[in-house]
Structures are given as structure tokens and as C-alpha cells.
């Protein structure tokens, strides 16, 4: 380890750095890590054993609390299946054609036969809740208005399905509840199911809970709708546990109940908004059982001594992968090539790939450093020049210095469009319909139909990337000026596409007005003949036509290709 620190400090004054050492930060030795790390499992796996001590005990009342909880939601659920085939009853019958006519009677007469044997009567009440028609009486004679408004106005405002609450129906002279649907057919609002509460009586005993339990299906007021037959509750009684029925607690409660501890659990109903209530006596609940501490205190030796061995081979590992890693790191330090090792601790192999893969970008990224350089001063010294031609032929076609300026200016900013292009996307090439839309982008008027764009995907290299550039703006600075563009009904098409191994590029303008011929040629021309036909060796042609004017290009496409720019230093040395 001394001869370690020795030779990293040699390394830090070589290289001139502070060494590692004057940082003021103690190192640990991997020993220390180990024993820490034995510890940090073994303390961990005693306190494990007194917890479990605590959750033997509690065993056994966790499976009778999830035992009631699935036997109470099963009976919920059982209620729910009932209450949503009232609802697909109800919503079959709204589809009903005599319904739909306004034929109550022929109506009448149909629900009575679709609910023959289900224990269930349809009501039918208009828009100011009086029933129109009950299943429960014959058809024809005279009823009231419904007995259970407030959920009437209820399912109405929801415009869904609602159950109501268990009420004393004044007709069934016993203890009911309803299913609302609210309808439009016929003059009737709502249609409602309408069954008494002790045919909910069997589903509350189609399960088994365990011994001891009880279970009561109440509704949103408490009052008990159905219960299991030894609570000794009936239907309309109130249940005097979870009286809260706005609080749904998913765990046990402790309440008390005719002067007993009683441990109650709830399930809710999203469908109805009824509970079941289960409860049991805690006595009989929570009684403890007993669990081996012998077997307990077994399994904790067994945990202590595997997590050592565990540790100690794991810091073995650890202590050799990791010096690996230093030298590697050294190495990179000192802008040596580092190369991929294995190391059988996976983190540590990928932190290896990662310090090789850094040595090799860290190289590249010198070679691209020099490369850089090279062609930032190439490239500077071609824009001057270009600069320096663009400032002597706009001085030659400027009146004044205003003028000038202004024109001046103009072509500057188009030649900082083509050198953005050329910055964003570097060595692969520009594409020139990329470039049309940012020349001609300032110079669109506002209806875009005047103004026609089509050609093929051709990418173009930096140098005819500018050349281009400037010709295009200096033909759309013309036609802004003298040509379509200035024309409130001109139009202007450019196309370009490849013919052979040339790109054939048209600009014409149109106008709604005779030509009027110019003699003449300023900077713009210079552009488009000199700089074009000799920079690019390309074949120029101008054309006056007696509605406007026409530039033709015909340039090898040898002159355009991205393949042509500069190759970096690395790439030749390859």
C-alpha cells in the first residue's frame, strides 16, 4: 500500500499536480470495509429475528384478516353481480319498442313477463317523479308519486344508474330498495327495479366466514339491508359498528359492540355504495401462538455466517478489480492507450470498458482538435477572400455609401445562411433544398402559391454550398427588386434535378407586365457567371423572356459532392 501511495505521488509531481495525499480525507483499508460490511449484515439479520418473533405471533391473525376480508368482498361481489343484473334489466327494457311508442300498457304487460320469477317490479315515473306505471299493481289503477324521490333526483343529475338507500316501500308494505335508469321515451324520465330486501338474503349466505364472524350488508344510513343469520339483526335495524360511512378503513378496527371488543372490517361497494360489516369478538381473534425461538435463533447463525463468508470472498474480489482499475486510470491520466480488461465483477468490467473506450475518444479527440485548427484557418481564409470580392463588386454597382452599406449587408447575411447550414450539418454535406428555403425564406411574399420549390435530395458540399448561396440570394434580391417578387401578381418557379452526371437548376419569373430589359450587371451577375461558371465549371445561361426572365445552370455534379472536402489528418495517416 506505501509503495502505491509512492509511486501515484510520483505520477502527481511529474506531471505537476498536488498529490492525492494533501487532500485532506482519510483512506480506509479494505479490511475495515470488510468488517463493516460483516456487521452491516449481521446486525440487520438479528434485528430480523426479533421481528419475527413479533410477526409469528402475528400469523396467524394476518390470515384470518385476509380470509375475511376475500370471504367479505366475495359476498360484495356477489351483491354487486345481483345489483348489475338489475341494471342490464333495466337498460334492455328502456330499448323497449312499446316504451319507446308511449304504449304503457302494451309495456306493462312485456315487463311483467321479462320479470316473471326474478323477485323484482318495474316503476315508471315522468319528469315531476308520479309513477306512470308499477309491475306491482295491474295496469290502470290510480298511483302516487314514487316513494324514493331523493335518489330519483339523484340518478337524474348523474345521469346513471343509481341504488337508493333501504326504505319501507308503501305499496310492497315491506322493507325495499330501487335501481334508478334514467330514460328518455315516452314521457317517462326514469325507469326503476324495485326489489324487497330480503331476497338479498341468500347471496349474504352463499359464503362461509370463519368461525366466530359475523356479517350485516347495510346501507348508507347503516341501516341493514341483509345479514348473516346469527347476528341476531333484521332487516331496517341499525348497525351500531362503522357508523362513518364517509371513512373506508382497509384494516382492522377495535369498537365496541352490546358492551364486547369486537374487531370489525368493511368492504365498500363503488357500484351501490353499501358495506359489508364483518365483526368478531377480539378475544377470539387475537389469541398469540407460540413459535420456536430455538429455530428463530437457528436461522439467524445461519444468516450471520453465510454473510461473512459472502463478504469476505466479495472483498477479495473487490480489493483486486480495483486495483486494476487504478492503473488503468493512470494510464489515462498520463494519455497512454488503455486497453479492455475482464474482471469478474461485472460493474467493475463495464467501469474498465468505459476507462478504455475514454482512452481511445480522448485520442480521436486530439487527432480532431488538429484537424479543426487546419480547417478553421482554411475556411477563414476562403470567407475573406469571398468577402473581400463581395465588398468590391457591391462597391462598383453602389450609388452612395448608404447603398452600399445596405447591400453590402444583404449579402453578408446570405452567406451567414449558407455557413450555419454548413456548421450544422459539417463534413456530410448540405442539402440544397435545405439551403433554397433558408435563401429564399426573407424574400416569400405572403401568398405562398406565387412562389413554386420542387427538385431531388442532393447534398452539396461546403464550397458549393456557398457559391450557391449567394447565387440564389442575389436572384432573389433581383426579382424582390426589378422581378416577381416586386410584381404584386408575378411568380416565380425553381426547380432543380439531376440530368446525368450535371444538376440542372431553373429560376423564371413570370410577371404580369412586359419585361423591361436592364443593361446593367452588377454584383448579382458577377455571382452568377463568374463565381458559378468558374468556381463550380458550370454552363450559365440568361434568357429574356417577354414576361420575365430566365436563369439556367447546368453544373457538374463532380463540382457538388460532399466527398470532396477536406479529409482529416487521421483519415490520410489511414
Known amino acids: ?125 315522468d319528469a315531476e317523479m308520479q309513477q306512470v306505471l308499477n309491475t306491482r299493481l295491474p295496469y290502470g289503477e290510480t298511483l302516487t308519486r314514487t316513494a324514493n324521490e331523493a335518489t330519483a333526483h339523484r340518478a337524474l343529475e348523474r345521469r346513471r344508474a343509481t341504488v337508493s338507500d333501504l326504505f319501507f316501500g308503501p305499496i310492497a308494505q315491506t322493507w325495499v330498495f330501487n335501481v334508478w335508469l334514467p330514460v328518455d321515451a315516452g314521457g317517462v324520465s326514469l325507469l326503476a327495479l324495485t326489489q324487497n330486501a330480503r331476497d338479498l338474503v341468500p347471496v349474504m349466505q352463499s359464503r362461509e366466514l370463519p368461525q366466530g364472524w359475523h356479517a350485516a350488508l347495510v346501507d348508507g344510513s347503516n341501516g341493514v339491508i341483509s345479514a348473516t343469520p346469527d347476528t341476531g339483526l333484521g332487516i331496517g335495524d341499525v348497525l351500531a359498528l362503522r357508523r362513518n360511512a364517509n371513512t373506508h378503513q382497509e384494516s382492522w378496527v377495535e369498537e365496541r359492540l352490546n358492551g364486547e371488543t369486537v374487531v370489525t372490517s368493511e368492504w365498500r361497494s363503488a357500484l351501490t355504495g353499501w358495506r359489508i360489516v364483518a365483526w368478531a369478538s377480539a378475544a377470539t381473534v387475537r389469541q398469540p401462538l407460540g413459535e420456536s425461538l430455538v429455530q428463530l435463533a437457528a436461522w439467524g447463525a445461519i444468516i450471520a455466517i453465510a454473510a461473512s463468508a459472502i463478504a469476505v470472498v466479495i472483498a477479495q474480489k473487490l480489493g483486486q478489480s480495483v486495483s486494476g482499475l487504478r492503473r488503468d486510470a493512470q494510464r489515462l491520466g498520463r494519455g497512454e492507450v488503455v486497453y479492455e480488461r475482464f474482471y469478474p465483477v461485472t460493474e467493475i468490467d463495464e467501469v474498465s470498458g468505459a476507462l478504455s473506450l475514454a482512452s481511445r475518444q480522448r485520442q480521436a479527440a486530439e487527432r480532431d482538435v488538429h484537424f479543426l485548427m487546419r480547417e478553421l484557418a482554411h475556411r477563414s481564409k476562403n470567407q475573406m477572400a469571398v468577402i ?111 440530368q446525368g452526371s450535371a444538376l440542372h437548376l431553373t429560376w423564371r419569373e413570370t410577371l404580369s407586365r412586359p419585361l423591361v430589359a436592364s443593361e446593367h450587371k452588377g454584383f448579382g451577375t458577377t455571382v452568377l457567371r463568374t463565381m458559378v461558371g468558374g468556381a463550380l465549371g458550370a454552363t450559365v445561361e440568361h434568357i429574356d423572356h417577354p414576361n420575365g426572365v430566365e436563369w439556367s445552370f447546368q453544373i457538374p455534379l463532380s463540382a457538388l459532392d460532399p466527398s470532396f472536402s477536406a479529409a482529416r489528418p487521421d483519415e490520410r495517416e489511414l
Open 1 to 125: 500500500m506505501t509503495d502505491t501511495r509512492t509511486q501515484d505521488d510520483s505520477f502527481a509531481k511529474r506531471d505537476g499536480l498536488d498529490s492525492p495525499r494533501r487532500i485532506n480525507r482519510r483512506a480506509r483499508p479494505v479490511a475495515l470495509y470488510l468488517v463493516a460490511l460483516v456487521l452491516v449484515i449481521i446486525i440487520p439479520a438479528l434485528v430480523v429475528t426479533l421481528v419475527l418473533i413479533k410477526r409469528t405471533n402475528d400469523a396467524q391473525e394476518s390470515v384470518v384478516q385476509a380470509l375475511t376480508a376475500t370471504t367479505v368482498q366475495a359476498m360484495g361481489q356477489a351483491v354487486e353481480r345481483e345489483i348489475s343484473g338489475m341494471i342490464t334489466t333495466l337498460r334492455v327494457l328502456s330499448s323497449d319498442q312499446s316504451l319507446l311508442r308511449g304504449d304503457f300498457e302494451g309495456f306493462h304487460e312485456r315487463a311483467l313477463l321479462a320479470l316473471a320469477g326474478s323477485g323484482s317490479y318495474l316503476l315508471a315515473v
Open 388 to 498: 473581400s470580392a463581395m465588398a468590391k463588386q457591391t462597391a462598383r454597382g453602389a450609388t452612395d455609401i448608404s447603398d452600399y452599406v445596405a447591400a453590402f449587408e444583404r449579402r453578408i447575411m446570405g452567406l451567414a445562411r449558407s455557413t450555419d447550414l454548413l456548421l450544422a450539418h459539417g463534413r456530410a454535406g448540405v442539402s440544397l433544398s435545405e439551403l433554397v428555403d433558408l435563401q429564399l425564406a426573407p424574400f416569400r411574399p405572403p401568398d405562398v402559391a406565387r412562389v413554386s420549390i420542387s427538385g431531388d435530395d442532393i447534398r452539396i458540399n461546403p464550397q458549393g454550398a456557398q457559391i450557391m448561396g449567394m447565387a440564389l440570394h442575389e436572384m432573389a434580391v433581383n426579382a424582390m427588386r426589378f422581378g416577381a417578387l416586386a410584381d404584386d401578381d408575378g411568380e416565380l418557379v425553381l426547380n432543380f434535378k439531376r
